[in-house]
């Protein structure tokens, strides 16, 4: 069944993709970033190996978290830099489509990044990374991340210091994502009971900023 | 000639200056009650005092709050400007709340804890809390046109506050914590509990009043004058451009 909704949805993620894949400019910035980040923390914190394993969760989310900023950024930037986004407007879809569409795109991007991060630090840490409760956790916790991203990097794009206010906007409301993801992960990764209920208190949030984001995203591109 | 753009000049309204008085003696009253009527904690002595402000000042910020995000959702619902004052007035006075109670806080935990600050999940809610506003503040003040600022902050009040929630939320389901409970059962490992013997009540409850009321609603009308008289202001700048 193919409704406008879903089609406009498709429609934006089939735009994204394609202008993706002909200049790669988002997951590659991305995955470089990430890589970097992830080599980094290896060299600041000089982890022995117990210590690798208690910060471990903590270096994939905030990886995450900023890789995630610099993709939202560009993805809306260019949005609204080439006139694209008047344009989305001007289409006779809803608003909540719309979000939907660069929602779905931006968990797409962030997604595959978080998941090729996971063998990378399997290697890298000497943890093993590729679980089913880790790939899940980032899953979920990307998908969240970028609901309430792209709806504050629509807002921020159509501001003048937007490289600067993103984080600023972000990372303070972003931190119930980080504080239950982090704890699923390192959960998943030690075999503690508990880290399923963080999960679902992760999902749980995902689901309420996903709500929220849909009803909330017809003001922030309101002229 | 250039048009004349009045700016609001009319004097405080009685009832504003009513709310004022009462607002400043009723804190002189419970700064008594708690100072003075109240007796000594036996265990940690004077410094126990600072929880008549400590904790009111908590929950204060919270009616603060309140006020930005419904002024936020009427705003987006009717897009009347005052409605905006008002949810930005609210972010201020409960920053400024917030603030005061990280601070009271601190200087409470010094001696009974041994340390200003510990990475304890309540105290990390509270510091999320009052970044979470002064990013609100910064967001503010980093966009220019004055609709799409109404907008967007609208916006923005509503999920400031559901992460301040949510945060506060998941910190409570964790147990780790060493920060006493007064009213109701503490943690297990809470250092620094004392007991809310009558006499601690008679000071708390009215300054838990005052917090979550008076001391709130005056300082946001209080505000919200003065971003009105300030609006004006820039309207009569950019006339004056004009001309």
Known sequence: MMTPFLACVLAIIAKDLRAEFRSRELLSVMALFALLSVLVFSFALELDREARAEAVSGVLWVTLIFASLLGLNRSLAQESDQGNLDALLLAPVSRSAIFAGKFAGNALFTGAVGLALLPLMTVLYNINMVAPGVIVTTVVGTVGLCSIGTLLATMTAQTRAREALLPIALLPVALPFLLTAVRATKGALNGAPEWQVWLQLLAGITVIYVVLCLLLYGYVVEE | ?243
């Open chain 2, 1 to 243: 000639m250039p048009k004349h753009v009045e700016l609001d000049a009319s004097p405080q309204p009685t009832l504003l200056r009513a709310l004022t008085l009462l607002t400043g003696l009723g804190f002189l009253a419970t700064l008594y009650l708690g100072l003075f009527v109240a007796g000594t904690d036996i265990q940690q002595g004077e410094i126990q005092r600072i929880f008549y402000i400590h904790m009111p000042s908590f929950f204060g910020a919270f009616t603060a709050f309140g006020a930005t995000v419904v002024g936020g959702m009427l705003y987006l619902a009717r897009k009347q400007a005052a409605w905006d004052r008002i949810a930005l007035a609210g972010a201020e006075v409960g920053l400024a709340f917030a603030l005061i109670n990280l601070l009271t806080g601190a200087v409470w935990a010094r001696p009974i804890w041994n340390t200003w600050w510990t990475w304890d999940p309540r105290l990390t809610s509270a510091a999320v809390m009052c970044l979470i506003y002064a990013a609100y503040l910064m967001l503010r003040a980093g966009i220019d046109d004055s609709n799409q600022k109404r907008n967007f902050m609208s916006v923005y009040g509503i999920f400031a506050f559901v992460s301040v929630l949510t945060t506060l939320f998941i910190i409570r389901i964790v147990p780790e914590t060493i920060h006493p409970v007064i009213v109701g059962a503490s943690p297990q490992n809470a250092q620094g509990s004392f007991e809310a013997t009558s006499g601690v009540f008679m000071a708390l409850a009215p300054s838990m009043l005052l917090w979550l009321t008076l001391m709130p609603a005056t300082l946001i009308w209080h505000r919200y004058r003065l971003e009105t008289r300030r609006e004006a202001l820039e309207r009569l700048k950019f006339q004056a451009l004009g001309d």
